[in-house]
């Protein structure tokens, strides 16, 4: 149980998702215009968008929550291991998620920003900077979609039933992927980029996103929050649900993200549960 010292109160909510907002803005500035996209180390895309997110972000989360460390996907590697360890409490931030989705201007991609306590992902926010839609919340606060200025609960599909859409590229999966949605009888795929996966089971219009492969924990942590709100969850694949900065590194290893959580996964994870 969430201490409730703990959750951000009201006013804070409400600052951070309008920071949220803000890095929109300006990743939309560059979205419309022509943009360069470079490739880091581990040659996943890093443009101007990335960056000005960043920047308005980490300013802006500086001068509300100044006694919260902020760990970024475009700073992280600036944080010593040892240093961001001792972090109990820090904000988790992907300035922009879905790089890949901004370069093909297909709008699937996401601000996300998590507030992270003693491990524990507590409340989040994902924001869609083309569409304007944001999502917010935690386990024990509920699930929001924002729509002007009031918040819609919202509610995960449970009893998740037959066919099950399940979050899975039509056509690019690996055969673990595929082993995984064959042992689940009848399926309904659904392509979407970034955390929106998250934000779609927490509304209803999805049931199940297995991951298995490498995501960071920036990825995942925001999306979390709103399903854990809506009543959802995400477990590795023993069944426990993920925490974040609690190893050496920030790699995420497998899981599997559920609306209604009485689905039987294990069965679905064959020898891998």
């Keep these: 149980m969430t201490n409730p010292s703990a959750l951000p109160n009201a006013a ?3 600052a951070v998702i309008a920071v949220a907002f803000d890095a929109a803005s300006a990743i939309l500035g560059i979205y419309d215009s022509e943009f360069a996209v470079q490739h880091k180390d581990d040659d996943s895309p890093l443009t101007a968008a ?3 997110a960043h920047r308005c972000i980490v300013d802006a989360l500086a001068r509300i929550t100044p006694d919260i460390p902020v760990l970024s996907e475009e700073s992280a590697h600036e944080v010593p291991t040892a240093m961001r360890r001792q972090w109990t409490r820090l904000w988790i931030v992907d300035p922009l998620d879905g790089t890949r989705e901004f370069v093909k201007r ?3 991609f996401t601000v996300n920003i998590a ?9 989040g926010i994902v924001q ?3 569409t304007g839609e944001l999502w917010h919340g935690g386990a024990a606060l509920g699930a929001f979609r924002r729509e002007g200025s009031r918040d819609l609960p919202l509610h995960v599909r449970r009893p998740a039933t037959a066919p099950l859409r399940v979050a899975a590229s039509r056509s690019h999966r690996d055969g673990r992927t595929q082993a995984f949605i064959d042992r689940m009888g009848e399926t309904e795929p659904v392509g979407l980029g970034s955390s929106l996966k998250f ?3 927490a509304e209803g219009t999805l049931d199940v996103y297995p991951r298995f492969g490498p995501t960071s924990e920036w990825d995942t942590a925001a999306g979390q929050c709103v399903l854990e709100g809506a009543g959802g969850a995400v477990l590795d694949p023993q069944g426990r649900p ?6 050496e590194r920030i790699l995420n290893g497998d899981f599997i993200a559920l609306g209604d959580v009485e689905l039987p996964w294990r069965e679905w994870m064959g020898d891998r549960a």
Excluded: H, S, T
Aim: net charge negative; aromatic share 10%; proline share 3%.
């Design 50 to 52: 990335d960056l000005a």
């Design 106 to 108: 297909n709008g699937e």
């Design 128 to 130: 869609a900077p083309v």
């Design 199 to 201: 934000c779609k089971l």
């Design 242 to 247: 993920f925490r974040y900065n609690q190893r």
């Design 12 to 14: 804070m909510r409400e």
């Design 115 to 123: 507030l992270i306590e003693d491990g524990v992902a507590v409340w």
